[in-house]
């Protein structure tokens, strides 16, 4: 990934480095909701295989929402991180 945001034009490699910042804190934001019990169903509908295989795929669009809202500010730290290392690699 490097050589792509070296290669880019400045404009391209920050959003590059926002979007790969996003992606980041929505894979965090599925990982903290799975622990905390939001891919466990409850009612006439919880259980079943097909709850299982798609538990983890309704988390990943959940936390994506979660990113699109706002977040929790992780995006841009990590962001301002692959910035900094990226000006570094030139």
């Known amino acids: 990934m490097m050589a792509l945001v070296q290669?880019?034009?400045p404009a391209a490699r920050q959003?590059?480095?926002?979007?790969?910042?996003?992606?980041?804190?929505a894979a965090f934001l599925s990982e903290m909701l799975a622990h905390a019990g939001f891919d466990a169903?409850?009612?006439i509908f919880g259980g079943g295989i097909g709850?299982?295989?798609?538990?983890?795929?309704?988390?990943?669009?959940?936390a994506a929402a979660m990113v699109?809202?706002?977040?929790?500010?992780?995006a841009e730290s990590l962001f301002r991180a692959m910035d900094r290392?990226?000006?570094h690699d030139f």
């Open 15 to 25: 959003d590059l480095l926002h979007r790969r910042a996003a992606e980041l804190e």
């Open 41 to 43: 169903a409850a009612g």
């Open 7 to 9: 290669a880019a034009s």
């Open 85 to 87: 290392g990226a000006a």
């Open 68 to 74: 699109r809202a706002g977040g929790l500010g992780l």
């Open 51 to 62: 709850e299982q295989q798609l538990a983890s795929l309704l988390r990943g669009e959940q």
